[in-house]
């Protein structure tokens, strides 16, 4: 015979449940923060090349991040210039890269890119051509992975080539992790990155400060740095494990009013 459970183990079941829920939608939120750039600190839409201050810093992830261009070869990677917000798909001279197979434009993806540039990335703060010492982006506690996306990693000068180096400091300055991207092709290739993606991720203990230097070999540089995951996490939880693990959460409740009506309404064979 089934009974109902009685509406306090119900409550009790739907609590968890609820729980659960929350708990998940909070990390998965932590986990998925990113870092698009089509917002400034403040919220607000940016100005296409406009600088992003040196102190602005965001918030995400439970972390504040600053960017800025080291200029100043003095052997310490210290932020002295603005990063450059750059609009996707304006037309003036301002700009981080040219969009061969998007029509020879500039800052625009390629068609059939698989990640997106949305509205704004950031960009080197001169024109493009000669490169700054690096980007340099510190943060105000530890962290233990990121990654991001830098852009158009080609070259319009064969065979010469752009190339891009990404360190992850500590904050006494020891080396924690590095990677290389690949060198730059002729933009006209069909293998090369242009209006593309390269995605760097970086991990280890006590990451407080990382930096994008120019190691190519051509002389006409433009940095497009977006889509950057400060504290990125290995496991976020996809929308399905999420229903699974509503529906492990309901069955709990199920067997618990089960169990309940077989202890209270049915004996038991012993
Ligand atoms: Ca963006
Ligand atoms: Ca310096
Ligand atoms: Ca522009
Ligand atoms: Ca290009």
Redesign the pocket.
């Known amino acids: 015979m089934f009974r109902f459970a009685p509406p306090r183990l119900v409550n009790y079941g739907l609590r968890s449940c609820l729980a659960l829920s929350i708990t998940y939608l909070l990390t998965a939120n932590v986990q998925a923060g990113i870092l698009t750039f089509d917002q400034a600190p403040n919220g607000s839409t940016p100005t296409?090349?406009s600088g992003l201050g040196i102190n602005d810093a965001y918030h995400i992830n439970g972390v504040e991040v600053t960017f800025g261009f080291d200029t100043i070869a003095d052997g310490t990677w210290t932020a002295d210039t603005p990063a450059i917000f750059?609009?996707v798909g304006?037309s003036?001279s301002?700009?981080g890269f040219q969009s061969y197979y998007a029509g020879g434009g500039h800052?625009v993806a390629r068609p059939g890119a698989s990640s997106s540039l949305g509205d704004f990335f950031l960009r080197q703060p001169n024109a493009i051509g000669a490169f700054p010492e690096a980007l340099v982006i510190d943060y105000d506690q530890n962290i233990s992975a990121l990654s991001g996306e830098i852009w158009d990693i080609d070259t319009g000068s064969f065979p010469s080539y752009e190339q891009w180096l990404v360190s992850a400091y500590t904050a006494s300055g020891a080396l924690v992790d590095s990677t290389l991207s690949p060198q730059g092709l002729r933009q006209t290739d069909i293998n090369s990155l242009d209006g593309l993606p390269w995605t760097f991720s970086l991990s280890g203990n006590g990451i407080r400060k990382v930096t994008i230097e120019f190691v190519g070999t051509t002389s006409i540089v433009g940095l497009a740095f977006d889509n950057f995951n400060p504290t990125a996490a290995s496991a976020v939880p996809e929308p399905t494990s999420f229903a699974i693990l509503g529906l492990g959460a309901l069955s709990l409740v199920a067997l618990r009013r089960r169990r309940m009506g077989v202890s209270s309404g049915t004996p038991q064979a012993s």
């Open positions: 296409d090349n750059e609009q304006d003036d301002g700009n800052d």
